[in-house]
């Protein structure tokens, strides 16, 4: 019988014994980080469960949209990336990570459709490898360290969506790494590639991030950007966008991911240019120095392959 009692006395009973409990359960974890975050993942989660006090249909309902996460990414599709980038988690955890506060240039999300191994390039390359269509661009820069000293030999690895409004893995009519590419700075840390002029794209809206912006009347837009990766030894690796768009578009855009430090100058030209014989108008030139800080490269995982196995 006193047996039996000791036992019932540490069974849940009400609602406040379940925190306890959980966090009691997890206080054998090993790597502290771990245990750390879990911890409070675990009294967040269920401060957050209390306050809303969902039915158990809306808990079926959360628990099948983050099934649906997982179903909806494949090689060319990461809706996992996506969900965490359309409730500014990504950018939460990029501006923790990258305070921009060394002066190096401003970093911004990686995003869904980074897909790694995109063909190496020489300078002045163009990266439409198929029919692409809007105006043709000249995006010329400079890779320096903060103190403006050139970074020769950097890698700037380089991707876009097409003005039709798809990356390359989401369109049949695209050539296999179109509009992707690797360059390296010469000598004095410059570097030029061909592209066209990036438009406004829509993140995927066919699964379940696509229902939940339409339940909140969001629309699925991100405004015009290129996406670069530099990096060089002895430097931290810098994953940056640089956007072209309208102060509306970059306010709205769906993932959060504009800032104001990392607009580019796009300069559209509508008279033939000398340095830009026969090309036809109007077209964009851009210049952009990346400024990198000293540190330790590393390089992300890609979230995508981009091709269908
Ligand atoms: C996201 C990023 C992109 O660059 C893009 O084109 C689409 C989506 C994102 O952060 O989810
Ligand atoms: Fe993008």
């Known amino acids: 019988m006193q047996q039996h009692l000791t036992i019932e006395s540490k069974l849940i009973s009400t609602l406040d014994d379940v925190t306890p409990a959980v966090l009691s359960a997890m206080a054998g974890t090993q790597d502290p980080r771990l245990r750390t975050i879990m911890e409070s993942a675990t009294r967040h989660l269920h401060a957050f469960i209390l306050e809303t006090r969902p039915t158990e249909a809306e808990f079926e309902t959360a628990l099948q949209w983050i099934a649906a996460l997982g179903h909806h990414t494949d090689e060319t599709n990461n809706e996992v990336v996506l969900a965490a980038d359309v409730l500014g988690a990504s950018t939460l955890i990029d501006l923790i990570n990258n305070d921009g506060m060394q002066g190096e240039t401003m970093s911004a999300l990686l995003g869904p459709f980074y897909r790694g191994k995109a063909p190496d390039c020489s300078c002045g390359d163009c ?87 339409r339940a909140q009347r969001r629309h699925p837009m991100r405004p015009a ?85």
């Open 127 to 213: 990266i439409a490898r198929s029919k692409t269509p809007g105006p043709k661009l000249f995006f010329k820069g400079r890779v320096t360290g903060v103190d403006g000293a050139p970074i020769a030999g950097a890698q700037l690895d380089v991707w876009q969506a097409s003005p039709v409004g798809l990356y390359e893995n989401q369109d049949p009519d695209q050539d296999d790494f179109n509009l992707r590419g690797v360059f390296r700075t010469d000598a004095d840390g410059s570097f030029h590639f061909t592209s066209v002029k990036p438009a406004g794209y829509p993140v995927p809206t066919d699964g379940p991030v696509g229902d939940l912006l």
């Open 225 to 309: 950007h290129i996406h670069f990766i530099v990096s060089a030894p002895g430097h931290k690796t810098l994953i940056t966008q640089i956007f072209s768009d309208t102060p509306e578009a970059l306010a709205g855009d769906v993932v959060f991911g504009a800032k104001q430090q990392i607009v580019g100058d796009f300069v559209e030209h509508r008279e033939p240019h000398p340095d830009y014989p026969d090309v036809p108008l109007p077209f964009f030139t851009c210049e952009y120095q990346f400024r990198l800080t000293p540190g330790e490269p590393s390089y992300p995982v890609p979230p995508i392959s981009g091709t269908k196995s």
